[in-house]
């Protein structure tokens, strides 16, 4: 029975021996997590901005594109008229 119980005390104080160790490993842990948490955080404030930045972007871009169209039609329209303008003044 004294055996037993020896055996049972060196058990018990091996595993409190054991809990405390693993504490802080838990501790370093959540250090870990939080410094994660924190880049996580970062990353996505980062892509928000990148967001709005190829939101704005894309903005420009279809602004360019009608402005270059409107130009491409008044080009088009001025070369009609000097087309005609040519015909005319060879007809006379």
């Known amino acids: 029975m004294i055996k037993a119980l020896n055996i049972s005390a060196i058990i018990i104080t091996a595993a409190l021996a054991t809990g405390c160790a693993n504490t802080s490993g838990i501790d370093n842990l959540q250090s870990q997590i939080d410094t994660l948490n924190s880049s996580i955080?970062?990353?996505s404030a980062n892509s928000a901005k990148a967001?709005?930045?190829s939101a704005s972007a894309e903005a420009r871009a279809s602004a360019a594109e009608a402005a270059a169209n409107r130009a491409a039609q008044y080009?088009?329209?001025?070369n009609s008229k000097l087309d005609r303008m040519f015909k005319k003044s060879m007809m006379k």
Do not use: F, G
């Open 75 to 78: 080009a088009q329209d001025t």
């Open 51 to 53: 967001l709005a930045a």
């Open 41 to 43: 955080a970062t990353a």
